[in-house]
């Protein structure tokens, strides 16, 4: 399935260009995210956006390989496994009661550039 990367980069921006990356070390203390992590909720709850989010960050963190480095930010040198650790930490603060798919069971997803017009049409919306 077709999913708009822009939609999915502008929530994980939220983690990984906003104030936790401007620690010495923001990946020795995960916690530090926490409020980037609530910031990305609250805006993809008001967006109407959560349940792509939840896919799609489930997507990454069973299936990183290649795609995961895609929404890595431009202000911290995030490898995949930091990424995945992060978006794990996201998904266990917003979703603590829906179990992660296992690698090869998520969601097979492809992160493609398209307009909010086409993603409109892909999804319905209006």
Do not use: C
């Not at 990946?27 to 990305?40: E, K, N, P, T, W």
């Not at 895609?70 to 995949?80: H, N, R, S, V």
């Not at 650790?85 to 992660?100: C, N």
Request: charged fraction near 30%.
């Amino acid at each position: 399935m077709k999913i708009r990367k822009e939609l999915i980069a502008g929530y994980t921006r939220l983690l990984t260009m906003g104030r936790a990356v401007n620690a010495p070390d923001p990946m020795a203390d995960l916690s530090r995210f926490d409020a980037d992590i609530r910031a990305m909720h609250k805006r993809a709850r008001n967006e109407g956006n959560l349940d792509w989010l939840r896919l799609a960050l489930d997507s990454l963190i069973a299936s990183p390989r290649g795609r995961i480095g895609q929404f890595a930010g431009q202000q911290y040198p995030f490898d995949e496994a930091e990424l995945q650790a992060l978006f794990r930490r996201a998904y266990g603060m917003i979703w603590p009661d829906q179990p992660l798919s296992e690698p090869g069971d998520e969601a097979d997803l492809e992160f493609v550039d398209m307009s909010a017009e086409e993603w409109a049409a892909v999804t319905g919306a209006s």
